[in-house]
């Protein structure tokens, strides 16, 4: 997907908006950070906005914003594509990168690689789409669930409601984090979401493609679709000799298994993208874990 923003931010005319956590997420073969270092045009955006007022502030120019994230970000991806619809700005584009959570914790659990007594469902993405999405882990698999927040309390709380789960033989879906999280979510982002996105087939590091867990926009909408208005070959997908992120990201090794954790890769230099990210699990390791655990 990153190989998608890098080869579109190398177009004549083409400015690409972006968060600015993705800037150095590594490619294949390169970051949007060595791109705007090439010469592209990449602009750090902290919102939606910034992205159409960079618009209408350059008509000559196409603004690319990629759409990379989960549930929580796509409702304001979607409205910000009502907005130019509404505004008339034939400049902005969205290159739709987003992800689904339930169908990837779906193809996880049925690959049968993990062993899991409970799961940890994430807050921000509940906030959006609610807790009953989370339902069929429980009733399908029998695994606990409890959606938390993100203070070290919510963390302390959220396991011992799991613990609770388990030391009882039951398996449901509560809420820890119900200052932020009701059962059906919030329709209003839903509804929004659903309006202009529709599922596709995504593609997941250490998974390959998954059916449905990932958001295209829908046919009325196609204008802004920046996969069908531009021409661009991203090239072959490469994994980087000797990285673990797929497998980390699976939950069937650690950091540590990694030999290029902590001597090639690094969160000033990092190989994978587990590594770049505050939240990654390798830099999580890097930073808080033992060094010879």
């Not at 150095?24 to 592209?40: C, E, I, M, N, W």
């Not at 669930?145 to 993100?150: A, I, M, N, P």
């Amino acid at each position: 997907d990153l190989d998608k923003a890098i080869a579109i931010a190398s177009l004549p005319d083409v400015i690409v908006a972006s968060f600015g956590d993705m800037v150095r997420v590594p490619g294949s073969h390169s970051s949007l950070q060595d791109a705007k270092a090439a010469g592209a045009d990449v602009r750090i955006v902290y919102s939606t906005l910034d992205a159409l007022t960079l618009a209408k502030e350059n008509p000559d120019k196409s603004v690319i914003f990629l759409g990379i994230g989960f549930e929580t970000t796509a409702p304001t991806i979607a409205a910000s594509i009502l907005q130019a619809e509404q505004d008339n700005i034939k400049n902005y584009y969205v290159l739709s990168l987003h992800k689904l959570c339930p169908p990837i914790i779906k193809a996880l659990l049925d690959s049968g690689e993990v062993n899991l007594q409970g799961l940890i469902c994430p807050g921000h993405v509940s906030a959006v789409i609610g807790s009953r999405p989370w339902e069929f882990i429980a009733r399908d698999y029998g695994i606990p669930c409890v959606v938390s927040g993100f203070e070290p309390l919510d963390i302390l709380q959220c396991i011992d409601m799991l613990a609770q789960q388990v030391a009882d033989g039951e398996a449901r879906v509560e809420i820890a984090y119900r200052r932020g999280v009701s059962p059906e979510g919030n329709q209003t982002a839903i509804d929004i979401m659903e309006k202009v996105f529709e599922p596709a087939p995504a593609r997941w590091r250490g998974f390959g493609e998954v059916d449905g867990s990932g958001l295209k926009l829908r046919s009325e909408f196609a204008r802004f679709d920046a996969e069908l208005s531009f021409d661009f070959d991203p090239g072959p997908t490469v994994t980087p000799k000797g990285c673990l992120c797929g497998e980390v990201l699976r939950g069937i090794k650690s950091p540590q298994d990694c030999s290029l954790f902590r001597r090639v890769c690094t969160p000033t230099k990092s190989v994978g993208p587990c590594m770049v990210s505050a939240e990654g699990t390798c830099a999580a390791y890097y930073h808080y874990g033992e060094e010879d655990a």
